[in-house]
């Protein structure tokens, strides 16, 4: 049987389906009689959904963009 | 589509290139930063695009157009360093346990001996609503090791699939893994004090 141990090492894989049948129905067992787990699960799922949700900007001026345009034409005009 | 915007650069036109420009650049500096750091990013993505440029004829779309140019940027950058001798095992996952959870959360059978709280906030949107838990996230974000924060970026920032991200990286399937999980867990773990504290 699994321990809650393992249960956090494989939440990632358990999450990304990335996991045989077997061992699929294992991690539901014990998060199904562990409600420790199932609160980890549901917080850690949560924490996935956020951080995709975090995704940083790296600010492009509209400069910045002409700047970098010009540059790239110029190298394609190069042999 | 992808065919046509390469023939459009190919045949000079300025409204492609200002598209691959707004369409990669912020991604491309964003993967830089995090695997050569701030000061020569931009060093890097000039490269990168150098190259981007130069062998846009040998684009075959076999993967996507930007999995291509986002392998091109971790090429360039990774030469960088291993000219600087900076990269001794750049995304190397054997040192490190899958899990970043405190090993002393769990008793010597491996159960919880410190079982997770109990959050306030019931969703994302209310959990990044508090202004403190964003300020603890990005030190988070911040601190984690370089390799753990590009997959993160690839795999959750951008939805980027697993294989792709190997393929931009060149790193194997259960390094990249263990390293995504090390990153998320470090964000749980960040939450979970923050909610109980
Ligand atoms: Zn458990």
Same mark, same amino acid.
């Given at each position: ?79 | ?131 403190? @838990? ?5 030190? =988070?974000?911040?601190? $984690?090791?370089? #390799?753990?924060?590009?997959?993160? /970026?690839?795999? +959750? ?11 931009? @990286? ?5 390094? =990249?893994?263990?390293? $995504?999980?090390? #990153?998320?867990?470090?964000?749980? /773990?960040?939450? +979970? ?5």
């Amino acid at each position: 049987m699994l321990t809650c141990k393992d249960i956090t090492q494989k939440a990632t894989d358990y999450n990304d389906k990335h996991m045989g049948l077997w061992q699929r129905m294992q991690f539901k067992m014990h998060v199904l009689m562990c409600h420790h787990c199932r609160r980890f699960m549901h917080q850690f799922e949560r924490t996935i959904e956020m951080t995709q949700q975090l995704k940083p900007s790296v600010p492009c001026s509209d400069s910045s963009i002409d700047e970098q345009v010009k540059r790239l034409m110029n190298i394609n005009h190069k042999p | 589509m992808e065919q046509e915007l390469i023939e459009q650069l190919l045949a000079g036109e300025e409204a492609a290139f200002r598209q691959i420009v707004t369409d990669y650049q912020g991604i491309m500096l964003q993967l830089a930063r995090n695997i050569v750091g701030d000061a020569i990013a931009d060093e890097v993505v000039q490269e990168a695009w150098v190259s981007v440029i130069k062998s846009l004829k040998k684009f075959e779309g076999r993967s996507s157009l930007k999995t291509w140019i986002l392998t091109i940027v971790s090429n360039c950058a990774k030469t960088r360093l291993r000219k600087e001798a900076r990269s001794v095992a750049w995304g190397d996952a054997s040192d490190i346990e899958a899990s970043a959870v405190s090993p002393d959360r769990f008793n010597p059978k491996g159960f919880w001996s410190n079982t997770p709280g109990h959050w306030q906030s019931a969703s994302p949107e209310q959990l990044l609503a508090s202004e403190q @838990l964003r300020e603890n996230l990005d030190k =988070s974000l911040q601190q $984690l090791p370089g #390799a753990q924060r590009t997959i993160l /970026q690839l795999r +959750d920032f951008e939805g980027l699939p697993m294989d792709d991200i190997c393929k931009i @990286l060149q790193i194997s399937e259960s390094n =990249s893994r263990v390293l $995504l999980h090390r #990153a998320r867990t470090k964000l749980w /773990q960040t939450i +979970d004090e923050l909610e109980n504290s």
